[in-house]
C-alpha cells in the first residue's frame, strides 16, 4: 500500500529536484509517444535536446535559442508575480498581441520618422498595450469578481481577431501589392530592434528578460511587496491581516503579468518577426505557464526553463523537419512536461511510504 | 478483562523533537481518563496514534484483548476507536444529517438516519435537529454533530481532544453529563484538557506527560489543580502578580461602531461603544461566534468601519487599513492561528514579518532585513517560552499552544498603545496561560491598553479591570470587575445562548 503522508516543512530537496525528475520523465513519456508514431525515440530525442545545441548546424540555433528564451522568460516573470498571489492570468497570449499592437501601431503611424526617441517610446506603448488588456479581467474581478481566468482566455481570442483585422486593415503595408500585413519593421531603424551582437541572437528583448529576472527576484524574495504577494497565495486571510488589500492585489498581478507580456509582443514585433501578421502570435503567452511552474515561480528557475522550453521549440521545428514528427506531437511533448511536473510536485508536500501496515 | 486499552513504549520522533518518547498507560471499561501535559508535550500525537492517524516508530498497543496498529482511521473505527477534534470538520452549508452522513462508512437511508440522529441525541442529553444548516449552530451544538457522529458507531473508546476550549459553561455541563452517561454504560473515554478543574470533576484517572515522557500518573481527584500544573510542568507555579496600574487617558474611543456579517453565517455587530484608557485591560467575555471575531476584525483594520466610529488617541482611524494602525500603535491578535494570524506554510522567522514591519526595523527601504526578522523571531521564542527546534520551523509544525504563545509574544513584543486579542489562552497549557496573562498585564502596567476577548471568565476576572459582554453582536455597557458576582455576569451574558439540556 502506498500512503502520503504531509510533510511539516516543505521539502527543499525536492523543489528543485522535482523539475529535473518532470524532464526525464517526459523524455521517457515522449520517448514511448514518438515511437508509437513509428520514430526512433532516441533519435528524436536527441534531435529536440541535443542537435540544436551541438549538433551540425548548431551555430545558428544557438542563436535562436536566445530569441525563443527572451519572450518565455520574460513573460513567465510576470505571470509568476500574479501567480504566486493565486491570480491566474491565462491570458498572456492576448496580452503579448496588444503589446505588439500598441507599438507597431506607433512605429508605422511615425513611418518614416528618423528619431532616437521612437523605440523607448514603442517600448513604452508595449508595455502599456499589454497592461491595459489584462486591467479587463482586473477590473471585472475586483466590481464583479468575475473568474480572471475566464475572462483573461477569452481575451485571448478577441486580441486574435483584432490582430488579423489590423494586419488586413489599418495597419497593412500600403506598398505591399495587396499582401496582408504591415511593413516590415527590420527595414525601418529607427523601430528596429535589432541584433545586439552579431549571430548570437542576442537582441533588446533578451536583455529586457534579463533585468525582469533580476527585477523580479527582488520584488518577490527579497521586497516586502513580494513577501505581502506570496502571503495572498498562501493563506488569504493572513494577507488581509497583514494589510494586504484584495482589489490592490489583483490589479498588481494582473498588470505586471498583462506589461511584461506587452514588453515580450513589443520587442518581437519590431525584431525577430518584424511585421503584424494575422499568425505573428505562436503561443509564447500559453508556453509561458508552463515555463513559470517549471521555475517553480522563481525567478532563476523560470530562466532556466524558459531555455528548455526554448529547446524544445527549436528541436520541435527540426523534428518535424528531418523525422517528419507531427507538430500536434511536439505540443503534447511540452505538455506532458507541466504534467509531469504538478504530479511530481506531490513529493515537495508530501512524503510518500510504502508497505502494508499490519491490521 | 480488566484493560480496555494499553500502551506500552510508543515512540513517535518528528524532525528535532521526540513528541512522545516510550509511552506507556492503560484504560480500564468506561474509564474516564485524562491526558495532561504542557503544549508540545505530545497529548495530540499519542491520540493521533491511538485513532490510526500517526504511525508510531516503535512501541505496541492492545485494544480489547487484541494486539492493535490501525493503518488508518476507518481501521481505528472498525475497532471501536472514536475521536473528536478540537477543529470540527463540518459542512456548514449542509445540515446535521448530511453532515453525519459524510463521516460514515456506509449510511443509512437519510430518514432513518436522521431518526437514529434524534434518539441517540435525545437519549444522551444533546438535542439535535437533524435538518437544521450547520452553519446556523453555535459551537456547542456542532461539537453534538461530532459527538453524535461518533455514538452512532457504539465506540469502546471515545478520545476527546480539548473539546470544551471552544464551550460556554453551561455547554460544558451537558457535555459532562453526556461523558458520565457513556462511562455509566462502559464506554471508555480519553479527555485531553489544559482545564484541570474540569479534569478533577470529570476523570478517574490521569496519566501526565511532559517533553513526550509519562512523568506520573494519578487519579487527579486527589490532587489540587495546582499540584496537577506542577506536575506538568515540573517545577512550581507562579501566581499572576497584578501589579497597580494607573490608569492615563482615554486612547481608545469607539462610538455606534456597526458592521455587516463577514460570513453568511455571521453575526452583525450592532452599535457598539466603548472607552478604553491607558494601563486599563477591559475584558470582554461571551460565547465566540457572537460578535468576537468582527470586533477583532473592525478594531484591527482588515474590515474597517465607518467614518467616525473608532478614534485611536482622539484621531479617528476608522478608515484606516491595519498597517496604519499598527504604525499607530493599535495591534491586535486574532484567534484563529493557522491561516489568520500566522502563514501555515511558512517559516517562523517569516510569520514575523507578517504583522512586524511597521513597529520594528525589519524592512530597510522597503526590502526586507532577514537578518533582523530572524533575531526578532528568535526574541520572541526566546521571550515566550516556545517550544520548536528554531525559527526556520513551519508555523504549522509547532503545537497548538506553542503557537499561540508565538502570536501574542509577537505583538506584545512590539511595545504597542492598544493591544486587541481575541481568546489568548485557546489551547494554552495552565503554565504558559499564566505566563500570557502575566505578559499581558505587564503589558497595561507599562501604559498599554489592552481588549481581552475571551469565554474564559476566570481569566477575564483575572487579569481585567472592567468587564464587558458581548452577545448576538450587542455590547454591554462596561462594569468595574471587582466585586462582579457570577449571577450578575450571567445577567450581562443575557443567559445560557439557548442552549437547555433535554431531560434525560
Ligand atoms: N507534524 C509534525 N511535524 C513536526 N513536529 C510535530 C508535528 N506534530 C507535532 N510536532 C511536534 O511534536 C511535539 C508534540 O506535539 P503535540 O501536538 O502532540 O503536543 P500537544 O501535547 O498536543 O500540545 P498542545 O497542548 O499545545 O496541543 C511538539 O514539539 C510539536 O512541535
Ligand atoms: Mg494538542
Given at each position: 500500500m502506498i500512503t502520503l503522508v504531509r510533510r511539516p516543512t516543505p521539502s527543499q530537496f525536492w523543489s528543485y529536484a522535482t523539475p529535473l525528475l518532470a524532464v526525464i520523465a517526459t523524455m521517457i513519456a515522449g520517448g514511448i509517444l514518438f515511437a508509437i508514431l513509428g520514430k526512433h525515440p532516441v533519435e528524436a530525442i536527441r534531435v529536440i535536446f541535443w542537435d540544436p545545441l551541438f549538433g551540425g548546424n548548431a551555430s545558428y540555433f544557438r542563436g535562436q535559442l536566445l530569441v525563443k528564451a527572451g519572450p518565455l522568460i520574460l513573460i513567465a516573470c510576470g505571470l509568476a508575480v500574479g501567480f504566486r498571489a493565486g491570480i491566474w492570468n491565462i491570458g498572456a497570449e492576448g496580452q503579448y498581441i496588444m503589446g505588439a499592437l500598441f507599438s507597431a501601431w506607433l512605429a508605422l503611424k511615425m513611418y518614416p520618422a528618423e528619431s532616437h526617441w521612437l523605440f523607448p517610446a514603442m517600448i513604452v506603448l508595449g508595455a502599456l498595450g499589454g497592461f491595459l488588456w489584462a486591467m479587463i479581467p482586473a477590473v471585472l474581478k475586483v466590481l464583479f469578481g468575475t473568474s480572471e481566468i475566464l475572462v483573461s482566455l477569452m481575451l485571448v481570442y478577441v486580441a486574435e481577431n483584432l490582430l488579423a483585422y489590423m494586419a488586413f486593415g489599418p495597419l497593412k503595408n500600403p506598398e505591399g501589392f495587396g499582401f496582408p500585413g504591415s511593413r516590415n519593421l527590420q527595414d525601418y531603424p529607427s523601430a528596429f530592434n535589432h541584433e545586439l551582437i552579431e549571430g548570437t541572437g542576442m537582441h533588446w528583448g533578451v536583455v529586457a528578460a534579463l533585468i525582469a529576472v533580476i527585477f523580479t527576484y527582488g520584488l518577490m524574495h527579497r521586497h516586502i511587496t513580494g513577501f505581502r504577494i506570496r502571503v495572498a497565495g498562501e493563506a488569504p486571510r493572513a494577507a488581509r491581516f497583514a494589510g494586504v488589500i484584495p482589489a490592490r492585489l489583483v490589479m498588481l498581478g494582473l498588470g505586471m503579468g498583462g506589461a511584461f507580456a506587452g514588453l515580450a509582443g513589443m520587442f518581437e514585433v519590431s525584431g525577430p518577426s518584424g511585421q503584424i501578421t494575422d499568425s505573428f502570435n505562436v503561443g509564447y503567452g500559453f508556453t509561458a505557464i508552463i515555463v513559470a511552474f517549471l521555475g517553480r515561480l522563481h525567478p532563476i528557475g523560470i530562466l532556466l526553463a524558459g531555455l528548455l522550453m526554448a529547446l524544445t521549440y527549436i528541436g520541435g521545428d527540426m523534428a518535424q523537419l528531418m523525422l517528419g514528427l507531427p507538430s500536434a506531437a511536439i505540443q503534447v511533448f511540452q505538455g506532458m512536461l507541466l504534467f509531469f511536473l504538478l504530479a511530481f510536485d506531490v513529493l515537495t508536500n508530501f512524503r510518500i511510504r510504502f508497505g502494508r501496515v499490519a491490521a | 478483562m480488566t484493560e480496555l486499552l494499553k500502551i506500552d513504549g510508543l515512540t513517535k520522533a518528528y524532525p528535532g523533537v521526540v513528541a512522545n518518547d516510550g509511552v506507556g498507560f492503560s484504560v480500564r471499561p468506561g474509564e474516564v481518563h485524562a491526558l495532561l501535559g504542557e503544549n508540545g508535550a505530545g497529548k495530540s500525537t499519542l491520540v493521533k496514534m491511538i485513532y490510526g492517524l500517526v504511525k508510531p516508530d516503535s512501541g505496541t498497543m492492545h485494544f480489547a484483548g487484541q494486539s492493535f496498529a490501525p493503518a488508518d482511521p476507518r481501521a481505528a473505527r472498525a475497532a471501536g476507536v472514536a475521536m473528536v477534534f478540537q477543529h470540527f470538520s463540518l459542512f456548514e452549508a449542509l445540515n446535521v444529517a448530511e453532515n453525519v452522513a459524510l463521516g460514515m462508512e456506509n449510511p443509512p437511508p437519510m430518514r432513518q438516519l436522521a431518526k437514529r440522529i434524534r434518539e441517540i441525541s435525545t437519549a444522551y442529553g444533546l438535542p439535535l435537529d437533524p435538518a437544521r444548516l450547520v452553519g446556523d449552530l453555535s459551537a456547542g451544538e456542532r461539537q453534538r454533530v461530532e459527538i453524535v457522529r461518533?455514538?452512532?458507531?457504539?465506540?469502546?473508546?471515545?478520545?476527546?481532544?480539548?473539546?470544551?476550549?471552544?464551550?460556554?459553561?453551561?455547554?460544558?455541563?451537558?457535555?459532562?453529563?453526556?461523558?458520565?452517561?457513556?462511562?455509566?454504560?462502559?464506554?471508555?473515554?480519553?479527555?485531553?484538557?489544559?482545564?484541570?478543574?474540569?479534569?478533577?470533576?470529570?476523570?478517574?484517572?490521569?496519566?501526565?506527560?511532559?517533553?513526550?515522557?509519562?512523568?506520573?500518573?494519578?487519579?487527579?481527584?486527589?490532587?489540587?489543580?495546582?499540584?496537577?500544573?506542577?506536575?506538568?510542568?515540573?517545577?512550581?507555579?507562579?501566581?499572576?502578580?497584578?501589579?497597580?496600574?494607573?490608569?492615563?487617558?482615554?486612547?481608545?474611543?469607539?462610538?455606534?461602531?456597526?458592521?455587516?456579517?463577514?460570513?453568511?453565517?455571521?453575526?452583525?455587530?450592532?452599535?457598539?461603544?466603548?472607552?478604553?484608557?491607558?494601563?486599563?485591560?477591559?475584558?470582554?467575555?461571551?460565547?465566540?461566534?457572537?460578535?468576537?471575531?468582527?470586533?477583532?476584525?473592525?478594531?484591527?483594520?482588515?474590515?474597517?468601519?465607518?467614518?467616525?466610529?473608532?478614534?485611536?488617541?482622539?484621531?479617528?482611524?476608522?478608515?484606516?487599513?491595519?498597517?496604519?494602525?499598527?504604525?499607530?500603535?493599535?495591534?491586535?491578535?486574532?484567534?484563529?492561528?493557522?491561516?489568520?494570524?500566522?502563514?501555515?506554510?511558512?517559516?517562523?522567522?517569516?510569520?514575523?514579518?507578517?504583522?512586524?514591519?511597521?513597529?520594528?526595523?525589519?524592512?530597510?527601504?522597503?526590502?526586507?532585513?532577514?537578518?533582523?526578522?530572524?533575531?526578532?523571531?528568535?526574541?520572541?521564542?526566546?521571550?515566550?517560552?516556545?517550544?520548536?527546534?528554531?525559527?526556520?520551523?513551519?508555523?504549522?509544525?509547532?503545537?497548538?499552544?506553542?503557537?499561540?504563545?508565538?502570536?501574542?509574544?509577537?505583538?506584545?513584543?512590539?511595545?504597542?498603545?492598544?493591544?486587541?486579542?481575541?481568546?489568548?489562552?485557546?489551547?494554552?497549557?495552565?503554565?504558559?496561560?499564566?505566563?500570557?496573562?502575566?505578559?499581558?498585564?505587564?503589558?497595561?502596567?507599562?501604559?498599554?491598553?489592552?481588549?481581552?476577548?475571551?469565554?474564559?471568565?476566570?481569566?477575564?476576572?483575572?487579569?481585567?479591570?472592567?468587564?464587558?459582554?458581548?452577545?448576538?453582536?450587542?455590547?454591554?455597557?462596561?462594569?468595574?470587575?471587582?466585586?462582579?458576582?457570577?449571577?450578575?455576569?450571567?445577567?450581562?451574558?443575557?443567559?445560557?445562548?439557548?442552549m437547555q439540556e433535554a431531560a434525560v
Open positions: - | 461518533c455514538l452512532l458507531q457504539d465506540p469502546k473508546l471515545l478520545i476527546m481532544d480539548e473539546p470544551t476550549s471552544v464551550l460556554t459553561p453551561q455547554e460544558v455541563e451537558i457535555l459532562f453529563h453526556t461523558l458520565r452517561k457513556l462511562s455509566a454504560e462502559g464506554t471508555a473515554i480519553l479527555y485531553i484538557s489544559h482545564k484541570l478543574e474540569e479534569i478533577r470533576t470529570l476523570c478517574e484517572g490521569a496519566t501526565i506527560l511532559r517533553a513526550g515522557k509519562v512523568v506520573a500518573s494519578c487519579n487527579p481527584r486527589e490532587k489540587t489543580a495546582r499540584e496537577l500544573a506542577e506536575l506538568m510542568v515540573g517545577a512550581e507555579l507562579k501566581v499572576t502578580d497584578r501589579a497597580e496600574r494607573k490608569l492615563g487617558d482615554v486612547v481608545l474611543k469607539v462610538s455606534g461602531l456597526s458592521l455587516a456579517p463577514l460570513s453568511q453565517f455571521g453575526p452583525s455587530l450592532k452599535d457598539l461603544s466603548l472607552e478604553l484608557r491607558a494601563g486599563e485591560v477591559l475584558g470582554i467575555g461571551g460565547v465566540a461566534g457572537n460578535g468576537q471575531e468582527e470586533l477583532l476584525a473592525t478594531l484591527s483594520g482588515e474590515r474597517p468601519s465607518a467614518l467616525g466610529t473608532v478614534s485611536l488617541m482622539g484621531e479617528d482611524i476608522s478608515g484606516l487599513g491595519p498597517n496604519p494602525r499598527r504604525a499607530k500603535g493599535l495591534l491586535a491578535a486574532p484567534e484563529e492561528r493557522l491561516g489568520h494570524a500566522a502563514v501555515p506554510a511558512m517559516s517562523l522567522t517569516e510569520n514575523a514579518i507578517l504583522t512586524g514591519t511597521m513597529r520594528k526595523p525589519l524592512t530597510r527601504n522597503g526590502f526586507v532585513d532577514q537578518g533582523a526578522a530572524k533575531t526578532f523571531a528568535d526574541e520572541i521564542i526566546q521571550a515566550f517560552d516556545v517550544r520548536t527546534p528554531g525559527s526556520h520551523v513551519a508555523a504549522r509544525a509547532l503545537s497548538g499552544g506553542n503557537l499561540q504563545k508565538y502570536v501574542i509574544g509577537r505583538e506584545v513584543l512590539q511595545n504597542p498603545a492598544v493591544l486587541v486579542v481575541n481568546q489568548p489562552t485557546w489551547g494554552v497549557d495552565a503554565a504558559a496561560a499564566a505566563s500570557i496573562r502575566q505578559a499581558l498585564l505587564d503589558l497595561a502596567a507599562k501604559g498599554a491598553a489592552v481588549i481581552a476577548i475571551s469565554q474564559d471568565l476566570d481569566e477575564l476576572m483575572e487579569i481585567s479591570d472592567r468587564f464587558s459582554a458581548l452577545n448576538e453582536g450587542r455590547l454591554s455597557a462596561s462594569r468595574p470587575t471587582q466585586g462582579l458576582t457570577i449571577e450578575e455576569i450571567g445577567m450581562m451574558l443575557g443567559g445560557a445562548h439557548g
